[in-house]
């Protein structure tokens, strides 16, 4: 699949991050079932806990709008190497978007596909909690 737009898109979203401690912006769009794309970016506090990644910005902002089927999430950094989601928001695209295509951007606007089992290959799930 072509995923041009949401790379895109990602990118843009970058440029929207508000990181004026750790500089470090990055932006991520997750494309639905349907083809709506969701973008999001970082927001940083001074309390860095309280902090939210571009990641699960964009998939919050889907998931509270009734989206919970998607094809693929996009995340764009600034860095050299492919940008690889926190933990925890590999943690949260496991849970709320399955084994969606994950498309990771570095600086030079390069991509690679993985899926998101790749990230996370033992995810803790729903089927833990029976």
Not at 3 to 24: G, M
Not at 56 to 67: L, P, Q
Not at 82 to 100: E, K, W
Request: hydrophobic share 40%; net charge negative.
């Amino acid at each position: 699949m072509n995923y041009d737009e949401l790379v895109k898109k990602a990118v843009e979203a970058k440029q929207k991050a508000h990181a004026p401690y750790s500089n470090f912006h990055v932006g991520a769009a997750l494309l639905t079932e349907d083809d709506k794309i969701y973008s999001g970016c970082n927001i940083e506090t001074a309390s860095y806990s309280l902090t939210i990644c571009a990641e699960r910005t964009a998939i919050f902002k889907a998931v509270s709008e009734g989206e919970r089927k998607f094809k693929a999430i996009a995340v764009a950094g600034d860095t050299d190497d492919f940008i690889s989601p926190c933990g925890a928001c590999r943690q949260v695209i496991s849970d709320l978007c399955g084994n969606v295509d994950v498309i990771l951007i570095n600086g030079k606007n390069e991509h690679k596909i993985i899926k998101a089992s790749e990230l996370l290959p033992f995810a803790f799930s729903d089927k833990d909690l029976r």
